[in-house]
């Protein structure tokens, strides 16, 4: 298992100076340099580059002046709130749909699901999102275009979580506050979360229905547990490191479509200040904004990977 974990580790590292190096680049082709080298040969400057990022110096925005870390955290918790929220729906979408597909494989039920997810993945993010807002806030009526909360609330930034900052703030609007914000937050969320459900749906049926043919399954079954306990017990722990495999690959999907989905619902996030930046070549803030999305990938996928270490016995078994 140690050597395995090292493998691992060496192989994020590895991904991070690919990184850095990529960003490197990127702050080159700026006309007004963003950091002062000493260095001569791009070879010293890129060490020199890699001590600004060490000492959190990631440069100033061409166009606020600002600092682009402060910049960065300004817009990230927007982000990370929406993250959540579908990476909730992923979860619990994914694998309800997945385990409903599984117990009721070949039937009506099973061709629904399947069929739904295939469509789920075949459109892209952006219709599906624009598909969304025709619906049910054009057509209905019942959710909002766009934005966090409606414009007659005002709510102090505390955490930047709007809707923490609903319940803990002081204002006078009460509940309604945080229910604008949460109406906000749906079918952004949704939109976030549809491909990667529907690739976890899937992932997750065709993990169940190999397992269930063990012949573990069929001694649990001889023994008269009922069908829940055999696949919430013994199936999902079993097929939870392949679920778990795919949910790191899932991250760099919610990733692109996180700049996608915030830019369509002018969400304040991460996305829609790195296509402002992309727009206007603000190079400092490309490079920042890259280089802290990847690095939240990579380092993602490394904990999945040490997790799914952990839940592999065979690596967790003594070499006799």
């Known amino acids: 298992m140690l050597l395995s974990i090292l493998r691992t580790l060496i192989t994020a590292l590895i991904s991070l ?77 994914g694998l309800g749909f997945g385990i409903l597909a599984a117990k009721n494989r070949g039937n009506w039920v099973d061709n629904s699901v399947m069929g739904a997810t295939l469509v789920g993945y075949s459109i892209p993010i952006f219709w599906w999102g624009l598909l969304l807002v025709l619906f049910f806030s054009l057509f209905l009526g019942v ?20 809707l923490l900052d609903t319940l803990i703030g002081e204002h006078q609007y009460g509940g309604a506050a945080f229910f604008s914000a949460l109406n906000h937050l749906i079918l952004p969320a949704i939109t976030l979360s549809w491909v ?34 055999i696949i919430w017990v013994h199936a999902i722990r079993n097929a939870m490191q ?58 993602f996928n490394l904990l999945i990977d040490l997790l799914t270490n952990y839940l592999d016995p065979r690596k967790r078994r003594p070499i006799s």
């Open 17 to 93: 100076i690919g990184l850095t190096i990529l960003t490197f680049v990127i702050s080159q082709q700026d006309s007004t340099p963003l950091h002062d080298f000493q260095s001569n040969h791009w070879f010293g400057q890129y060490f020199e580059y890699l001590s600004f990022l060490l000492s959190a110096n990631w440069g100033d925005s061409n166009l606020t002046g600002a600092p682009v870390l402060n910049e960065f955290f300004k817009y990230f918790p927007a982000s990370l709130e929406l993250l959540f929220f579908a990476i909730l729906i992923v979860v619990i979408g």
């Open 196 to 229: 990667p459900m529907a690739i976890m749906a899937r992932m997750t049926r065709s993990s169940l229905v190999n397992i269930l043919k063990f012949e573990y399954i069929r001694t649990a079954r001889s023994k008269g547990l009922s069908e829940s306990r």
């Open 242 to 299: 392949s679920l778990l495999a795919i949910g790191g690959l899932q991250i760099s999907i919610l990733m692109t479509g996180l700049i996608i989905t915030e830019y369509i619902f002018a969400w304040p996030g991460i996305g829609h200040w790195l296509l402002n930046s992309v727009a206007r070549q603000d190079y400092p803030s490309i490079q920042g904004g890259i280089l802290a999305l990847s690095a939240m990938v990579i380092l």
């Open 143 to 162: 959710t909002p275009v766009a934005g966090r909360i409606d414009y007659q609330y005002y709510i102090e930034p505390i955490s930047r979580f709007m």
